[in-house]
């Protein structure tokens, strides 16, 4: 079974940097998409950017120009450096990755790291 282990959360001020990190307990080479998402108190769950194996990137446009998704593959690990951070980009932080096995998707999940962002 693969775990995504989620690190790098915490409590931050307005304006201020974050670097969430993933490790993966597999080979990231597996993955065809990995991506973050996250969930603040009383809403869905939302997708904050996806990195896919070629590299290419997609954002959402709350955070664009503010976070960068990237991955290490060498250290099987997935990043996302959280910029100019705001109030609202207060949530639980998850981080996912599917791959696709014939025509059936494998879609695993880490248990999620705070972020708190203070004005």
């Known amino acids: 079974q693969v775990q995504l282990v989620e690190s790098g959360g915490g409590l931050v001020q307005a304006g201020g940097s974050l670097r969430l990190s993933c490790a993966a307990s597999?080979?990231?080479?597996?993955?065809?998409?990995m991506g973050w998402y996250r969930q603040a108190p009383g809403k869905q769950r939302e997708l904050v950017a996806t990195?896919?194996?070629?590299?290419?990137?997609n954002t959402a446009d709350p955070v664009k120009g503010r976070f960068t998704i990237s991955r290490d593959n060498a250290k099987n690990t997935m990043y996302l450096q959280m910029n100019s951070l705001k109030p609202e980009d207060t949530a639980v932080y998850y981080c996912?990755?599917?791959?696709?096995?014939?025509?059936?998707?494998?879609?695993?999940w880490g248990q999620g790291t705070q972020v708190t962002v203070s004005s």
């Open positions: 597999a080979s990231i080479f597996d993955f065809n998409v």
């Open positions: 996912n990755a599917d791959s696709f096995t014939g025509p059936y998707l494998n879609t695993y």
């Open positions: 990195i896919i194996n070629s590299g290419r990137t």
